[in-house]
Structures are given as structure tokens and as C-alpha cells.
């Protein structure tokens, strides 16, 4: 568990911290060029350090189901769905929901494979959720504006997406270590991005000052903390990674609030308090 959990706090920084890169980002980029150019960078960043380490090679039968998933779910429709609605939702609110696997997670861990979830590990959910629902404050929300309710709608799909990958890796372990399979997961994801792209930002792309933003999230960010959260995923029971992945969207909305100006009020402060508690309460069930 202790390696699992180091896994884990490191996702966190990568990920929380790239919601609110991506919002600036998007001042001079549109979202699906964007999300794209990460996919296809970090195939490519990654495969070329395998290469030069002597460890590329074609996924092996016994990995492809994980790869196939991870790379449609994950790393293809998850992108899509939530590099849309970035430039409709606040970055940290993106950060919330697309981060909010918890009710997706333990009861699809429960029915596909099924996993025993303590007492504890429940209540733990709850306050997980409870402190997500109030970072999202859904009564800050005009719901009757279009582009609020489809990009909130975006965002819960694209949790149920992750879960599914995260899901497929656990029923259908590969045999080949992850980190050597992420640029095959990465390759399928921009290849369903791509047409995607073409189709709904024909006229889109990615601006000079945009390019500092996606080198760091597409050869550093993206292959790094994708590793460490499919490996964590893998790892640590359904219950504790739902819950422990809720803390990327706490650090996402405390990056959104001092570098982007997003406002820090209660609902900050105690959201995050009640996701720490159920992180503790979680790693303790």
C-alpha cells in the first residue's frame, strides 16, 4: 500500500496541477487541438525513451485488452469530454468532476469484481463525495445556461469512462509492465481524438504562447502521472482509489484559486478539509 500511496500523492501534484495549465492554455488553443497534441506528445515522448532504454515493443496478447481500454476510455474519450468542457466549466470545478470516480468506481468494483467494501470505506466515500459536492457548490450554478448543464454533463461521463479503464486494468492485469505500455495507450487515445478534432474544431489549433503549456503537460505531465494513476488504480483496493483520487481535484482547485484568481471561500476550505478525512478514513478501512 505504501508504494501505492506514493504513486498516488504524485498523481495528485501532476494532475491537480494540470487543470489549471490547461485552462490558461486555452486562452490561445482550442480544447480538442489541445487535448490531441498531449496524446500524441506524450506517445511520442514516451516511446522514444523506451527506445532509447531498449524496452519498446509491441504490446504482447495478454496486454491488449488493458491497452485497448486505457487507451479508448482513458486516454481518448476521458480527453475529449473533459478538454471540452474545460472551456465551459472553471478549471476547478473540472478538476471536481472528472475526478469524481467514487460513484462509479465501488459499485462497478463491487459488481464486476466483486470486491468486499468495509463499513468504514463507505462512510469514507460519503465524505469524499460530500466534500466533492461542495467544492463543486452546485448552487453557485445558473443550470438553466446551456453550456453549464452539457459541461457539468460532460464531466460525469467522462468519470465513468476512467472508471471503466481502471476497471478493464484490474479484471485484465497485463503481463508487461505499464510504464512500457503507455505508448500504445497514448497512440490509441490521440488516434480517436484526431478525427474528433478534424471534426468539431476544423478551424481550430494551438497557439504560440500555448506551446510552453502543452510540452509540459504532453511530454511530462500526461505520461507520468497517467503511469502513476493507472498503477495506483491497479494497486489499492476500489474503494481507497476512489477516494484517493479525489484529492487531485482538492489540489486542482487550491493551484485554480492562487494562480488563476478563482475565488477561495468556505466551500475551499471545507471541501478539501472533508476529502483529507476520507482519505485518512479510507487508507485506515
Known sequence: MASAFRLLFAAVILFGGAWPITKAALADASPLWFGTGRSALAAVGAAILLAALGRLRFP???D?????????????GFF?????AVALVPAGRTAVLSNVVTYWLIPLSVLVLGEKV???RWIAAGLGLAGAGVLIGPWSVDWTQHDALIGHLMLVLAGLLWTIAIIASRKWPPRTPMFELLPWC??????????ITLLLEPDGGVGLSSWPYL??????????GTWCVIEAGRKLPGAVASVGFLMVPAFGVLVSTL?????????VIVGGLLIIASVVLAARG
Open 118 to 120: 468495509s463499513t468504514a
Open 80 to 84: 475529449a469530454l473533459t478538454h471540452l
Open 60 to 62: 504482447v496478447a495478454q
Open 259 to 267: 494562480w488563476l484568481g478563482e475565488p477561495l471561500g468556505w466551500d
Open 64 to 76: 491488449r485488452k488493458a491497452v485497448l481500454f486505457l487507451g479508448l476510455f482513458q486516454l481518448g
Open 215 to 224: 510540452l509540459y503537460i504532453g511530454l511530462f505531465a500526461a505520461p507520468i
Open 186 to 195: 497514448f497512440g490509441i487515445g490521440a488516434l480517436l481524438l484526431v478525427p
